[in-house]
C-alpha cells in the first residue's frame, strides 16, 4: 500500500547502472511533491546485481545521494516491494529488466487495493531501438519523454501498435542545470566526452584519439581533456571493449592533453568547446550555452547516434575546429530537445517547468478513488509467446511474473560469509565480460 497518507512520500528508484542511477535518482526527485514544511521526501535506492552494477568509485562520482542504497537481483527486490510501502517507483533499467520487473510487480500487486505509481524512461538520447525500448517499457504509470520531440515520437509508435499511449509524459531530462557560460577561461578549455561503446572499434577510437592529441600540439595554449566515463575494470551502461586508457599508453601526447573522471557537471564547469560523437553530454553543454561540436569524422550514421543531431547546427569534422570554426546550434532544435535556447539562461523558461505535468500526474494517481488498477504490459505470454519467456527468465521469472524454481530466494539479508563469495563472483563475472570475452571475439575474426 502507498504511504500517501503519511507526512513523508516514499520514493523508491531500481537502478542497474552508474548512468541509469543518476538518472532514476535525479527524475525521482523532479517528480515527486514539491517538498514543504509539511511533506518531504525518502529515498531508496536499490542497485539491480549484473555486470554493470556500479562500484562506490562511480557511485561516488555521480553524486546523487539517496536515505538507504543497497544492491539486489530481481527477485529480492520483487519481494521487497510485496511488503514495503512507497508513493512511487522509479524503474531506471534497460528495457528487457523493466519488462521483466513490470511482470513481476504485476504478480506480487495481484488482488492489492493499492499500490505505487510506477515510473519509467529513458537516461538520454534514444536514437536505437525505439520500438523495441518502448514496448518493453510499455505498461508503467508514466513513460517519461525527455523532449516535446521524444513525447511525439513516443505516442506513435504505442498509437501505431494499438498500446495505450496515455503513459508518455513530456520532461526534460533531469541533470540538466549548472552555470551559465559565460566567456572563454584561462586556459581555454577543450573537452572531449567519450563514450563507451562509440565508437566500437580499435580504428575509429585511434583516430579520435590521434586527431585530439594532434587538436592539443597545434594548440599549446589550450588544454585539451579527454573526459572519460570509467576506469579499466568498471563497467558503465554500455562495455567498454577498447578503453582509451589503454590506446593512451603507446602514444607521447603533449603536456597539455590530460585524461580526467569525475563528474560531467564539474568538467563543463570549466569547458569551453565541448566535442563528443553523440553523447548526452552534448545536451548537457547545449543547454549551458557551452560552444558544442558532435563530429562528422567518421560519418553522420545511426551507429554512431550522430544522426540525432541532424538540424542542430552542431555537426562538424576536426579539420574545421582546428581551423577555428565554432557552430552555432539552431534554437529550434535545440528548443525541441528540451534544453535550454541560447537566448535565455540555463535553468530559466521552460525547463524550469518541464516535470509540473509528471508531477501533476503522479498526485492525480494516487488521489484515485480505490487505487490504481493492475499494471498491464504490452507484451504477455498470448501476445509475444516466443519474446517474452525469454526475458522474464533472464531475471528468473517464469511467463507469469513468479519466480522460477531454484531463483534467489532471500527473505533476509545475506550472511558475511555469502557476501564475500558474492563479491568475488561478480568480481570474476565482471572480469569475464570485460577482458576474457573481447579476447575471444577478436580471436574469433583472425
Given at each position: 500500500?502507498?504511504?500517501?497518507?503519511?507526512?513523508?512520500?516514499?520514493?523508491?528508484?531500481?537502478?542497474?547502472?552508474?548512468?541509469?542511477?543518476?538518472?532514476?535518482?535525479?527524475?525521482?526527485?523532479?517528480?515527486?511533491?514539491?517538498?514543504?514544511?509539511?511533506?518531504?521526501?525518502?529515498?531508496?535506492?536499490?542497485?539491480?546485481?549484473?555486470?554493470?552494477?556500479?562500484?562506490?568509485?562511480?557511485?561516488?562520482?555521480?553524486?546523487?545521494?539517496?536515505?538507504?542504497?543497497?544492491?539486489?537481483?530481481?527477485?529480492?527486490?520483487?519481494?521487497?516491494?510485496?511488503?514495503?510501502?512507497?508513493?512511487?517507483?522509479?524503474?531506471?533499467?534497460?528495457?528487457?529488466g523493466v519488462q521483466a520487473v513490470l511482470h513481476g510487480l504485476k504478480q506480487i500487486w495481484e488482488g492489492q487495493p493499492q499500490r505505487p505509481v510506477v515510473?519509467?524512461?529513458?537516461?538520454?538520447?534514444?536514437?536505437?531501438?525505439?520500438?523495441?525500448?518502448?514496448?518493453?517499457?510499455?505498461?508503467?504509470?508514466?513513460?517519461?519523454?525527455?523532449?516535446?520531440?521524444?513525447?511525439?515520437?513516443?505516442?506513435?509508435?504505442?498509437?501505431?501498435?494499438?498500446?495505450?499511449?496515455?503513459?508518455?509524459?513530456?520532461?526534460?531530462?533531469?541533470?540538466?542545470?549548472?552555470?551559465?557560460?559565460?566567456?572563454?577561461?584561462?586556459?581555454?578549455?577543450?573537452?572531449?566526452?567519450?563514450?563507451?561503446?562509440?565508437?566500437?572499434?580499435?580504428?575509429?577510437?585511434?583516430?579520435?584519439?590521434?586527431?585530439?592529441?594532434?587538436?592539443?600540439?597545434?594548440?599549446?595554449?589550450?588544454?585539451v581533456l579527454l573526459k572519460l566515463r570509467s576506469k579499466p575494470g568498471e563497467h558503465t551502461t554500455h562495455i567498454e571493449e577498447l578503453p582509451y586508457q589503454?590506446?593512451?599508453?603507446?602514444?607521447?601526447?603533449?603536456?597539455?592533453?590530460?585524461?580526467?573522471?569525475?563528474?560531467?557537471?564539474?568538467?563543463?564547469?570549466?569547458?569551453?568547446?565541448?566535442?563528443?560523437?553523440?553523447?548526452?553530454?552534448?545536451?548537457?553543454?547545449?543547454?549551458?550555452?557551452?560552444?558544442?561540436?558532435?563530429?562528422?569524422?567518421?560519418?553522420?550514421?545511426?551507429?554512431?547516434?550522430?544522426?540525432?543531431?541532424?538540424?542542430?547546427?552542431?555537426?562538424?569534422?576536426?579539420?574545421?575546429?582546428?581551423?577555428?570554426?565554432?557552430?552555432?546550434?539552431?534554437?529550434?532544435?535545440?528548443?525541441?530537445?528540451?534544453?535550454?535556447?541560447?537566448?535565455?539562461?540555463?535553468?530559466?523558461?521552460?525547463?524550469?517547468?518541464?516535470?509540473?505535468?509528471?508531477?501533476?500526474?503522479?498526485?492525480?494517481?494516487?488521489?484515485?478513488?480505490?487505487?490504481?488498477?493492475?499494471?498491464?504490459?504490452?507484451?504477455?505470454?498470448?501476445?509475444?509467446?516466443?519474446?517474452?519467456?525469454?526475458?522474464?527468465?533472464?531475471?528468473?521469472?517464469?511467463?507469469?511474473?513468479?519466480?522460477?524454481?531454484?531463483?534467489?530466494?532471500?527473505?533476509?539479508?545475506?550472511?558475511?560469509?555469502?557476501?564475500?563469495?558474492?563479491?568475488?563472483?561478480?568480481?570474476?563475472?565482471?572480469?569475464?565480460?570485460?577482458?576474457?570475452?573481447?579476447?575471444?571475439?577478436?580471436?574469433?575474426?583472425?
Amino acid at each position: 500500500m502507498p504511504a500517501s497518507a503519511t507526512k513523508t512520500r516514499r520514493v523508491a528508484v531500481l537502478a542497474d547502472s552508474d548512468t541509469r542511477w543518476k538518472w532514476g535518482a535525479l527524475t525521482a526527485n523532479r517528480i515527486a511533491p514539491e517538498n514543504t514544511g509539511e511533506s518531504d521526501i525518502r529515498l531508496d535506492g536499490y542497485l539491480l546485481r549484473g555486470r554493470a552494477t556500479p562500484t562506490p568509485r562511480q557511485l561516488q562520482e555521480v553524486g546523487v545521494r539517496a536515505d538507504s542504497l543497497r544492491e539486489v537481483t530481481a527477485v529480492e527486490f520483487l519481494r521487497t516491494m510485496a511488503h514495503e510501502s512507497y508513493d512511487v517507483l522509479v524503474l531506471a533499467l534497460v528495457g528487457g529488466g523493466v519488462q521483466a520487473v513490470l511482470h513481476g510487480l504485476k504478480q506480487i500487486w495481484e488482488g492489492q487495493p493499492q499500490r505505487p505509481v510506477v515510473v519509467t524512461g529513458y537516461v538520454g538520447v534514444v536514437y536505437e531501438k525505439l520500438a523495441d525500448g518502448l514496448l518493453l517499457r510499455h505498461g508503467a504509470d508514466l513513460v517519461l519523454a525527455n523532449s516535446r520531440q521524444d513525447a511525439e515520437r513516443f505516442r506513435a509508435v504505442y498509437a501505431g501498435v494499438g498500446a495505450d499511449a496515455t503513459a508518455v509524459t513530456e520532461v526534460a531530462l533531469p541533470f540538466l542545470g549548472g552555470r551559465p557560460y559565460t566567456g572563454e577561461h584561462a586556459p581555454y578549455t577543450v573537452t572531449f566526452a567519450a563514450q563507451p561503446s562509440v565508437p566500437d572499434n580499435r580504428k575509429d577510437r585511434a583516430y579520435l584519439l590521434n586527431r585530439l592529441i594532434q587538436h592539443a600540439r597545434k594548440h599549446p595554449e589550450r588544454e585539451v581533456l579527454l573526459k572519460l566515463r570509467s576506469k579499466p575494470g568498471e563497467h558503465t551502461t554500455h562495455i567498454e571493449e577498447l578503453p582509451y586508457q589503454k590506446l593512451v599508453q603507446s602514444l607521447d601526447p603533449p603536456a597539455n592533453f590530460r585524461l580526467v573522471y569525475g563528474n560531467m557537471g564539474e568538467v563543463l564547469d570549466r569547458t569551453d568547446l565541448l566535442v563528443t560523437i553523440s553523447s548526452t553530454a552534448a545536451l548537457e553543454s547545449l543547454h549551458r550555452r557551452i560552444p558544442t561540436v558532435v563530429l562528422s569524422d567518421l560519418g553522420v550514421r545511426e551507429v554512431l547516434g550522430n544522426h540525432h543531431f541532424v538540424g542542430s547546427g552542431c555537426l562538424a569534422s576536426w579539420d574545421q575546429l582546428d581551423d577555428g570554426l565554432r557552430p552555432v546550434p539552431d534554437e529550434e532544435w535545440v528548443a525541441r530537445q528540451g534544453v535550454c535556447a541560447q537566448g535565455a539562461a540555463a535553468g530559466e523558461g521552460s525547463y524550469a517547468t518541464a516535470f509540473d505535468p509528471a508531477r501533476e500526474r503522479i498526485a492525480e494517481l494516487l488521489q484515485r478513488p480505490g487505487g490504481l488498477p493492475a499494471l498491464t504490459p504490452y507484451y504477455t505470454p498470448a501476445t509475444a509467446p516466443g519474446y517474452l519467456p525469454g526475458i522474464l527468465a533472464r531475471h528468473h521469472l517464469g511467463p507469469d511474473g513468479s519466480p522460477l524454481p531454484g531463483a534467489p530466494a532471500h527473505d533476509k539479508e545475506p550472511g558475511p560469509v555469502r557476501q564475500i563469495v558474492r563479491r568475488a563472483a561478480r568480481g570474476a563475472y565482471r572480469h569475464g565480460v570485460q577482458r576474457v570475452a573481447p579476447v575471444i571475439r577478436r580471436m574469433g575474426e583472425l
